[in-house]
T-cell receptor, first 112, second 113 residues
Framework: SQTIHQWPATLVQPVGSPLSLECTVEGTSNPNLYWYRQAAGRGLQLLFYSVGIGQISSEVPQNLSASRPQDRQFILSSKKLLLSDSGFYLC???????????FGQGTRLTVV | GENVEQHPSTLSVQEGDSAVIKCTYS??????FPWYKQELGKRPQLIID?????GEKKDQRIAVTLNKTAKHFSLHITETQPEDSAVYFC????????????FGGGTRVLVKP
């Protein structure tokens, strides 16, 4: 069966520090991968999506970047965090062709 | 790109009553419409979905309806229970756009015992 792993679960980082969040999927090949951010009490904002290795589409201009170095690995990064980067970050995957999106457990990031 | 509007943002119902959440979408090419439930501090999980070739789908106390002409779809929860309290998100996706899901802003549902 397919599973998605996302870590860490919580993170407190100072302003100006770097960020690296990792997401891996098991049990499937060539998934579509997504990074979403959810501000407190708000909806899900799509940050990046990827349909294949090295293929990244950015949805909104921001302080973040994403990479997909392997088929089932998706990384969210920042060189210098801002206070406004705080939020709940969710990785998700789909097999494509309008199917259910499965979410990771999420990372609650607090920038202080 | 796709834009999904969701209403209401909060909904309080008495246990046993029905709850209805409505969403509209902008891209007529959207063809997949899932609904997710998110409990506090947890990941969203799919509760029901509908594709554009179907007008209605039901799963026990949950039903979804789709009106392609008007570009809106709705979630209906009957006989609500306290465990239905959560945030519900609608979404729409277009096959041609990498199947990416565009989510509505969410509805916080509170079921009062």
């Amino acid at each position: 069966s397919q599973t998605i792993h996302q870590w860490p679960a919580t993170l407190v980082q100072p302003v100006g520090s770097p960020l690296s969040l990792e997401c891996t999927v098991e049990g499937t090949s060539n998934p579509n991968l997504y990074w979403y951010r959810q501000a407190a009490g708000r909806g899900l904002q799509l940050l990046f999506y990827s349909v294949g290795i090295g293929q990244i589409s950015s949805e909104v201009p921001q302080n973040l970047s994403a990479s997909r170095p392997q088929d089932r690995q998706f990384i969210l990064s920042s060189k210098k965090l801002l206070l406004s980067d705080s939020g709940f970050y969710l990785c998700a995957w789909q097999t494509g062709m309008n199917t259910e999106a499965f979410f990771g457990q999420g990372t609650r990031l607090t920038v202080v | 790109g796709e834009n999904v509007e969701q209403h209401p943002s909060t909904l309080s119902v008495q246990e046993g009553d029905s709850a209805v959440i409505k969403c509209t979408y902008s891209d007529s090419a959207s063809n997949y419409f899932p609904w997710y439930k998110q409990e506090l501090g947890k990941r969203p999980q799919l509760i029901i979905d509908i594709r554009s070739n179907v007008g209605e789908k039901k799963d026990q106390r949950i039903a979804v309806t789709l009106n392609k002409t008007a570009k809106h779809f709705s979630l209906h929860i009957t006989e609500t229970q306290p465990e239905d309290s959560a945030v519900y998100f609608c979404a729409a996706s277009v096959k041609a756009a990498g199947n990416k899901l565009t989510f509505g802003g969410g509805t916080r549902v509170l079921v009062k015992p």
